[in-house]
């Protein structure tokens, strides 16, 4: 009879118990909050807090426009996670191929769907969908690799575009006179763009992806 006490006793430290959320999943705006309840002591975490964080409490606050997992650990094992999808509030324009960025002519060709313009020396031109005019992906040699993109825009949606890349990506360096730069998260870009226009005729202004090892801003 002791023995199998002893057993009992054995078994239950070993299993964890379940833990079950209050949801399972949500999508979220950025800035916007939601309470996540578990049914047992959890410690809370966010998979990339970038994206969205989580307090001691179980609180989530969208960050930044992806899609991320709040984990919950129970004291004694068990695990439970919510899948928090961040929407922007934004889609102002179709951001150039940045994964073509370090490969090869070759490359971008297969991953841009826009209409190819022209070929020059160092230069891909492709042309843009409203509001975007064209976007100009820059070789580091002659038939090199993608080194940047250059994308033009009706300078009516200039005033947007820092909502549009806040809620994407952080900011490093802030010039109010000149512009803004930031800094994307999974891969090794930054941007630019300026607060004039940088057209003759004051329609267009342009914003700049460069790959973080080519800057030259």
């Not at 070929?119 to 509001?131: D, L, N, R, S, T």
């Not at 690799?145 to 990506?169: H, N, P």
């Amino acid at each position: 009879m002791r023995l199998l006490c002893g057993l009992c006793t054995w078994n239950c430290k070993e299993t964890a118990q379940e833990v079950t959320l209050s949801k399972t999943q949500v999508s979220l705006y950025v800035g916007e909050k939601v309470a996540l309840e578990a049914n047992a002591p959890v410690d809370w975490m966010s998979d990339d807090a970038f994206y969205a964080s989580v307090s001691a409490e179980g609180e989530v606050l969208a960050q930044h426009v992806d899609t991320t997992t709040i984990v919950a650990q129970g004291v004694d094992g068990g695990r439970a996670t919510c899948t928090v999808a961040v929407k922007p509030r934004y889609e102002t324009f179709a951001e150039p191929c940045v994964e073509a960025f370090g490969r090869s002519v070759e490359t971008l060709k297969a991953v841009e769907t826009q209409q190819l313009i022209r070929e020059e020396e160092q230069a891909v031109i492709y042309a843009g969908a409203a509001p975007v005019v064209e976007v100009r992906y820059q070789l580091g040699a002659p038939g090199g690799a993608v080194t940047s993109a250059i994308v033009t825009l009706d300078v009516a949606v200039q005033e947007e575009m820092q909502a549009f890349f806040g809620e994407r990506y952080d900011s490093y360096d802030a010039s109010p006179a000149e512009g803004m730069a930031y800094e994307m998260h999974a891969v090794p870009v930054v941007l630019w763009f300026g607060n004039e226009a940088t057209s003759e005729d004051g329609k267009h202004f342009v914003v700049q992806y460069t790959a973080s090892t080519e800057m030259n801003f």
